[in-house]
């Protein structure tokens, strides 16, 4: 079922290397640094904050003034520094702009300072270093916008493969600049470009096999977007369209963009923004917004708006001829020429061809009924074609071809177009041919309508198809080659609803937020990428790579690897089956035991709009992940900056810290002594529980590639940081989806050793009739779980040993807890695929009941799984085979959790409800100091744990709490990541009460 072994090969794209030898670079002094930047302060306000800050960089390190050809330097994005020590230059440029910052480093005792200084400076998250051992940089192709190597192993060729076009590296006294590649192309209008013909010029895109970047804007935002000039617009956000970080948020929504400047709709201004800073720059008059229509090319903008058509100069405002049209639509421009379907004052619907530059009417048309149906239109050179879209579900759609020298019609075709929604129209002008999306598609002879030849086009949406000068493009992601008439697909995703198909452009293909359920896809504002071809170097696992680390060889007393006990939580919902409850029971008085703050630092002081993006990654759920608590220590993680924290259960005074190399989205695990934990740049990290010193870490990424998702640097293989533990071994998956990168590995590990003991590699959904089985509780990739004894869930995914299925049934939504069945998925990690993109309703379950939803409400699990016809599988909207026994009506719940007959219901922004788990009535009522974070709570040693949105962590118990194992820290290193200890700490995470 898609599967393949650990040892077959996978799609990888081949690094560059050569034999140019490496050479020591020139450092940059900053006494010099800070001269240059003073002289440049004037052009600093012309150019923004940001550019002042990295365009100093590079030209004081260069020794040589500043040139004019340096307002092209990037102005913000991602800024790479290798050699960085202890990231002097990240901070500084990150303080002031829009940039997210990497520094890699060879010194571990220089990472130590430099991360002090970042948390100092509030920037977790957003500058990030890491121990780099001089191999190949890890980042994707491509997106890195200015590269700073003081590190002479850092190659040209190699810098170059990471440099996004138009970036800047500074190698040995040398400033590298990427130019834009020929081939590329832009996407600057609704379709395309001014003449409304939406194929792309853009030849170094093919079928993409990688995901380049991912923006978590939510679905109410969605918006088309645009691109030039190395930018990416969408709405009134301006993104790099290599690496989508944030570069600035103006006043204007775009709709159009070239050479410098995007034009776009203030209210009813018509305004032009500065590309680089989001400046205003110039004036257009007023317009209607929603029925309005903006054309830029070759310095003229064009403005047609209910009661007139006017042109202006682009640069200055200035308009240039002004017409007075009831009604002007379809605007359309190219060959010197502006074509509009208008009216005069009183009069009818016509076409009519005018010069651009004067105004001066060339022909009209208006003796063809159609024109008041007319939905779009291409410019062609010598045809323009008229497309007629009725937008409803099989619908017989229209095309008008005239000529642009007479405005005479030419001729004219009708038919339905391979779609399965909202029919549309599209005329594609590509070389000689004009392509039509209908059986397939076909092409014709523009002049005669003269059918020569059809290809295959692949399933329809609800969308229409857009076209490059290579690949005609629709459905789901299927792209057929105009030259050979061959169709390939790679369903990552799908273009969005109604009229909002893919945008191609800069190599890439960039997709929307869908409001669909039509299959498991990728979510979000993405851009995806070809993959390159060439053999795949061995993975890191294949080679038998494991790096070990201080306590790899230390001794491990009999009680520090027992398994854990009914008065712990040792990992994310406590156990196997992830059941959100415990045996044991939980504190019968809401006392405060004692408060701690792990996170303090204060990220809404900075300029930088990074932190903004991380509100909305799907994986994670707040600060801080949710606690969890073994061997007398509660365990959460500072999810942005990567942080793992141990605090004494009793009195919430900190042991030990320890910083991996990438974001940590769920909360560690605690197997036999060892803290376990998965990290979003791709590695897995085994700790001693009790110091927080480095037993081994494993890469479970193919290769160390780091894109850029939500706003931060993350492997294209992420793992989660909550690993699944039974009996001494781990499980995790790495990657996005089984169609992107390669594939989900799945991992079972030993945790004393790091050994791998079982690995697999998905590359299917399993299913490929979409319809038949909307997508509700199918996610691309989740945390695992264990179904039944000895089989292993992933969503849909089942593993038994070397045995692995995807079950795209209705039973494919459920899984058995001992003799009883229930809801796979209920903690929502990543995008959920409901209509909504809403979290999934939490649920928490014992023995033979079920507690959740709204209220919450208790069912009674079946003993058969409950799966009904039709499309009611999905279980969280339709729980047929569980009988309702309670509702407790305390309204929204957040966080949940069952300490032996008692459930805790977080609720209401902070209240807490113990609620008899038998009856639901109410034993006790209490309220937390702030308000949780999603599904965070745990129960241990008869306290309640919580971890709060605000970044602290709280102990809630009484006099009857059971006795807590020793804990206390012991003191060591790492070269791999940065373990603390309380000495260094204490300004960091303050118990602020003592245990009682």
């Known amino acids: 079922m898609g599967m393949r072994s650990a040892s077959s090969p996978a799609r990888r794209r081949r690094r560059v290397s050569g034999p140019v030898s490496p050479c020591p670079l020139s450092p940059v002094d900053p006494e010099e640094a800070c001269m240059t930047r003073l002289k440049q302060s004037t052009l600093d306000r012309l150019r923004g904050f940001a550019l002042g800050t990295a365009a100093c960089w590079i030209t004081a390190a260069a020794g040589a003034p500043a040139r004019a050809e340096d307002v092209r330097d990037p102005v913000g994005g991602l800024v790479v520094h290798v050699g960085c020590g202890a990231g002097e230059r990240l901070i500084e ?329 909202r029919n549309q129209a599209r005329a594609m002008y590509i070389g000689k041919e004009l392509w039509l999306h209908r059986d397939g598609f076909t092409a014709v002879d523009p002049l005669t309508g003269k059918k020569s030849r059809t290809v295959p086009g692949g399933r329809g949406h609800c969308f229409p198809a857009i076209a490059t000068v290579r690949f005609l493009i629709h459905g789901e992601l299927n792209f057929t080659e105009i030259a050979t008439g061959k169709m390939d697909a790679n369903r990552i995703t799908k273009g969005a609803c109604a009229q909002d198909p893919y945008i191609p452009g800069n190599g890439l293909l960039y997709s929307i937020p869908k409001n669909c359920i039509c299959f498991p896809m990728i979510e979000g504002y993405m851009a995806l990428a070809p993959g390159a071809a ?47 409850g415990t045996p044991a029971a939980g504190p019968d008085v809401f006392e405060p035991v004692w408060r701690t703050t792990v996170v303090s630092e204060n990220r809404a002081t900075t300029a930088n709009p990074v932190p903004k993006e991380w509100e909305v990654h799907p994986f994670v759920q707040g600060r801080i992940t949710a606690p969890v608590v073994a061997g007398g220590r509660v365990f959460v993680a500072e999810t942005m900056a990567g942080r793992i924290t141990a605090l004494n259960a009793a009195s919430g005074r900190l042991l030990w810290q320890f910083t991996a190399n990438g974001v940590v989205d769920t909360p560690p695990t605690i197997e036999r002594g060892r803290c376990v934990f998965g990290t979003r740049a791709g590695w897995v990290y085994c700790l001693n529980a009790a110091n927080g010193d480095l037993v081994w870490r494993l890469r479970a990424a193919p290769d160390d590639r780091r894109i850029v998702a939500w706003g931060a640097l993350e492997s294209a293989w992420p793992v989660p940081g909550s690993v699944l533990a039974h009996k001494g071994v781990i499980y995790f998956p790495s990657g996005r989806s089984p169609l992107a990168d390669g594939g989900i590995h799945i991992f079972a590990v030993q945790v004393e050793t790091g050994k791998i003991v079982q690995h697999q590699v998905t590359e299917s959904f399993g299913f490929d009739q979409w319809y038949a089985r909307l997508a ?161 709570l745990a129960i241990a040693y008869g306290r309640l744990y919580a971890s709060l949105q605000d970044g602290q962590v709280v102990c809630l118990g009484g006099a009857g709490s059971v006795p807590l194992p020793v804990a206390g820290p012991s003191r060591g290193s790492s070269p791999w990541g940065h373990r603390s200890t309380p000495e260094e700490e204490t300004k960091t995470a303050p118990g602020s009460a003592p245990s009682p």
């Open 534 to 580: 060439g053999p795949r170097p061995p993975a890191a696992w294949e080679s038998g790579g494991i790096e070990r680390g201080p306590a790899s060889s230390a001794s491990w007393p009999r009680e520090a690897v027992a398994d854990a006990s009914d008065a712990e939580w040792p990992q994310y919902r406590r156990d196997r089956y992830r059941s959100g």
């Open 776 to 936: 509700h509780d199918y996610d691309p990739v989740d945390l695992l779980v264990f179904d039944g004894e000895d089989r292993l869930a992933m969503s849909r995914t089942r593993i038994r040993g070397a045995d692995v299925c995807v079950n795209a049934g209705a039973d494919g939504a459920f899984f058995s807890c001992g003799s009883h069945w229930f809801p796979i998925g209920a903690w929502s990690y990543g995008v959920s695929l409901r209509r909504q993109r809403e979290k999934r309703p939490l649920y928490v379950f014992k023995a033979d009941s079920l507690y959740g939803g709204e209220q919450p409400t208790a069912y009674l699990a079946p003993t058969k799984c409950p799966a009904g016809g039709g499309r009611e599988w999905n279980a969280f909207q339709v729980l047929g085979g569980f009988k309702k026994k309670w509702s407790a009506g305390l309204g929204k719940v957040n966080a949940m959790a069952i300490g032996g007959k008692t459930l805790y219901v977080a609720h209401g922004g902070g209240l807490l409800t113990a609620v008899g788990c038998e009856d639901g009535k109410k034993l006790k009522e209490g309220k937390l100091p702030g308000e949780p974070v999603y599904d965070g």
């Open 93 to 421: 440029m990150a303080s002031k702009g829009p940039w997210l910052a990497h520094g890699l480093e060879k010194d571990e005792a220089r990472i130590e300072a430099g991360r002090k200084a970042i948390r100092a400076h509030g920037l977790c998250g957003i500058v990030t270093l890491e121990v780099w051992l001089g191999k190949d940089l890890p980042y994707a192709d491509g997106i890195v916008n200015v590269l700073l190597a003081d590190d002479p192993r850092v190659q040209r060729e190699e810098a170059l493969r990471v440099l996004a076009p138009g970036g800047v590296a500074r190698l040995r006294g040398q400033t590298i600049r990427k130019p834009r590649p020929k081939e590329m192309d832009g996407w600057t209008h609704e379709r395309h470009g001014a003449d409304g013909n939406p194929v792309s010029r853009d030849e170094a895109l093919s079928l993409p096999r990688e995901i380049r970047w991912i923006a978590g804007i939510p679905l109410s935002s969605r918006t088309r977007p645009l691109t030039s000039d190395g930018i990416y617009y969408a709405g009134r956000n301006a993104r790099d369209a290599f690496n989508g970080l944030p570069l600035w948020t103006g006043a204007l929504h775009a709709k159009a963009a070239g050479d410098g400047r995007v034009f776009g709709f203030a209210g009813n201004a018509v305004i032009a923004e500065d590309a680089t800073t989001g400046a205003r720059v110039a004036e257009f008059g007023n317009a209607d917004p929603k029925s309005g229509t903006l054309l830029y090319l070759e310095g003229r903008l064009v403005v047609a708006t209910p009661g007139s058509l006017r042109v202006h100069d682009a640069k200055s405002g200035q308009p240039l001829w002004t017409a007075e049209v009831d009604d002007p639509r379809l605007a359309v421009a190219g060959g010197d020429r502006l074509f509009t379907i208008d009216a005069p004052k009183g009069g009818k619907h016509r076409v009519v061809c005018r010069e651009l530059a004067t105004g001066k009417m060339k022909w009209q048309s208006d003796e063809m009924a159609w024109l008041p149906g007319a939905t779009g239109c291409s410019y062609g050179g010598e045809t323009i074609a008229y497309e007629i879209s009725p937008y409803k579900d099989d619908a017989v759609c229209g095309l008008h071809v005239l000529s642009t020298s007479t405005g005479k019609q030419l001729w004219e075709d009708t038919y339905k177009p391979p779609q399965s929604h």
